[in-house]
């Protein structure tokens, strides 16, 4: 029961940093399930004051679905980086490790974890990792399919959803603090052609959608030192 309700409250958080309002039908889809089993659950954790939900408007984590939200990705992306640094197992694997062992960590385990890795701010897929007390780093990012022009990018993070994209992107060289040049966009699919150290590779629209960068105007800002 624990798992599925910091499953749940997981997967809402994640949604709400993409959309304004999340739906039903988007928190199924996302978790593989049917909408009525997700609505079931919704009301389950809306009593128990979890998220606020109202039919036809969607959901919406409360301060206290929230800090455990973000407590369960406290630790998932903990054990990503342990996983990574300390045991050398390759990112495109960690993910679905730390899927199983987030809900069992215990508090003591954490804090040595985080000791061990010298209270680190990013996760290996580039992704922050919030602090003790449920604070989150909030970056100036934009999706590289967005960007509409060439220019300099650095890479902050890339989704952790799928290993293939995670073996493709590493194949290529591509990780967060990468620097890219995105050397032209094609009008007709917005795929790019990106230059990273002495190669030059064109990427899909598909997968520059799950790649988040720091643009050039805030690069030459001297925030990319920040990152
Ligand atoms: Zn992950």
């Excluded at 599925?4 to 994640?14: A, C, Q, R």
């Excluded at 949604?15 to 919704?42: C, D, W, Y």
């Excluded at 720091?214 to 030459?220: G, N």
């Amino acid at each position: 029961m624990l798992k599925s309700i910091e499953d749940y409250l997981k997967n809402i958080y994640e949604l709400q940093e993409h959309f304004e309002r999340v739906t039903t039908n988007q928190l199924a889809e996302k978790m593989g399930i049917t909408p009525a089993s997700a609505t079931g659950m919704i009301k389950k954790l809306a009593a128990m004051n979890l998220v606020k939900y109202r039919p036809y408007q969607g959901v919406e984590l409360t301060d206290a679905g929230r800090l455990m939200a973000l407590e369960v990705i406290r630790h998932h992306r903990l054990i990503e980086l342990f996983l990574a640094k300390a045991l050398g197992v390759p990112w495109d694997r960690v993910h679905d490790e730390a899927e199983k062992w987030e809900h069992v960590l215990s508090e003591d385990i954490e804090e040595r974890i985080d000791r061990f890795l010298g209270s680190p701010r990013w996760d290996p897929h580039g992704a922050p990792i919030p602090d003790k007390a449920g604070n989150i780093e909030q970056r100036p990012r934009v999706r590289l399919c967005d960007i509409t022009h060439p220019q300099a990018v650095r890479v902050l993070e890339v989704s952790d959803h799928d290993p293939e994209l995670l073996r493709y992107l590493g194949k290529l060289n591509i990780y967060p603090q990468t620097d890219l040049t995105i050397l032209s966009i094609e009008p007709f699919d917005k795929s790019m052609t990106v230059r990273h150290q002495q190669s030059t590779h064109t990427l899909s629209a598909l997968v520059t959608s799950y790649i988040w960068v720091l643009p050039e105007e805030h690069m030459k800002k001297g925030q990319a030192n920040a990152v």
